[in-house]
């Protein structure tokens, strides 16, 4: 480095005549000489991710892949838990309400037996002359009565729609016929009583509908 000083300002000082060197200092050539040598200029490289940073950034990226996957997981085995709870919850609570209703469809035809007991006597027998019909015929109807009492404790409910409206939900129509005086749809006759335990139709009413001349 010292020699090619040397020879620099050998060189600026033939050349001192030169106006357009003349401005050249021996300093500045080594300046420049030395930023060359030592390979420093103005633009600095940026030195690449070594390995490990790049093994490191992947890693993360698999893992926040991994967490994001099982948080997706959890969630829907959360919501799926949830979902079987509430089913579960209802088959418990419709086992409460409509387990017996295997039980009331056989009192269903008790009830229906001692109601056509009572309506098959006459009302012209019923006196004092005929004690024993009398008695009898009170027995049914106090048995009757309670048997009532009992549906209604169990929420079960007696459907009797005569000059309702038709509805195949609570009704089951055996016939349809033109009566005059009376509007279309509607029921004229009721061949059976109907019954709902907690609002639905346990057994339908058995009807004859008025269908238009």
Known sequence: MASWCVRAIRQSSSNIASPSLGRVTPRLLCTAAQQKSSGTGTEEEKPEPVAAEKAFIEEKTQLEEQLKDITDKYKRALADTENLRQRSQKM?????LYGIQGFCKDLLEVADILEKATESVPKTEISTANPHLKNLY???????????KVFQKHSLVKLNPDGQKFDPYEHEAVFHAPIEGKEPGTIAVVTKVGYKLHGRTLRPALVGVVKAP
Do not use: F, N
């Not at 009170?138 to 048995?143: A, E, F």
């Open 138 to 148: 009170d027995g049914l109807v106090m048995t009757e009565v309670q048997i009532q």
């Open 92 to 96: 418990i609570d419709d086992a409460k």
